[in-house]
């Protein structure tokens, strides 16, 4: 006699007794990488330093089984990012500062994935010390202060009265301060630290010595992406928090 399962096991039950793997949902995940911010996506780079946020990002699907970040292949600039934000054409975006405008257009998840520092850089032969923003403002009346397109680091300088440039790169800002365009760079300090630490700049640079502002950097979520998937990306951050990967792919750009 053939005794068939009870009821009161559920589907669950009934699918391990006729020996079913109960299959994982597959979830794509819409994102680009930022152009020309190589901390954080190095298309170009060596294999094993990818970029801080691509790094996080693959930390985040091995974490979140059944997550396929798409759009990956497409390198665009940080306004576009933005907009395909705001317009709902990509899910995610690892990694964005928040600002109070851009949390009109979309959400963050809560967990920080690393901090920036607010620094600038300056000629190595220039002995000026800036320690305030208001310091930053005096100079700035005489060259204005550069700061890469787009970013939100602006907000502080802005209200501080510091007269503004916006450049396409770091690589272009430090091009126009060895000319003596400019006199100060502003911007983060991972992202600058490549630069100036480059062989090919001859140490014909250095940071100031100070450190005006720190941030987090957050994953962006656009604002109609569903709770669950919301949910699964934020526990699998979560996790990585609590076991120390965020903490080592920092200090590997650091």
């Not at 801080?52 to 970040?69: D, N, Q, S, Y």
């Not at 665009?76 to 934000?85: G, Y």
């Not at 569903?226 to 951050?237: G, N, Q, R, V």
């Amino acid at each position: 006699m053939v005794h068939r399962p009870q009821a009161r096991y559920g589907l669950g039950a009934l699918a391990v007794w006729l020996g079913l793997a109960t299959p994982v949902l597959a979830l794509d995940v819409r994102t680009v990488q930022q152009a020309s911010a190589s901390v954080k996506y190095d298309a170009g780079g060596p294999p094993d330093r990818p970029g801080l946020c691509m790094e996080i990002l693959r930390a985040v699907a091995k974490a979140a089984p059944g997550l396929t970040f798409t759009g990956l292949d497409e390198q665009v600039p940080l306004k576009r990012v933005e907009r395909l934000l705001a317009e709902g054409r990509i899910d995610a975006f690892f990694c964005l500062l928040k600002s109070p405008e851009r949390e009109k257009h979309w959400r963050y998840a809560p967990v920080p994935l690393y901090v920036i520092r607010h620094v600038v850089v300056q000629r190595a032969d220039d002995a000026r010390q800036v320690r305030t923003l208001q310091d930053l403002a005096t100079t700035s009346r005489r060259k204005p202060v550069l700061i890469m397109r787009g970013t939100a680091l602006a907000r502080p300088l802005v209200a501080a009265g510091v007269a503004l440039a916006e450049v396409g790169s770091e690589r272009e800002a430090l091009d126009m301060l060895r000319i003596g365009r400019a006199d100060f760079v502003y911007g983060q300090d991972l992202q600058l630290r490549r630069h100036v630490n480059d062989p090919r700049q001859h140490g014909g640079f250095r940071f100031g010595g100070t450190i005006f502002q720190e941030e987090p950097q957050y994953l962006a979520l656009r604002a109609g992406l569903p709770a669950s998937l919301e949910e699964k990306l934020t526990d699998a951050l979560r996790r990585l928090e609590r076991d120390g990967t965020l903490r080592q792919l920092i200090d590997k750009y650091r």
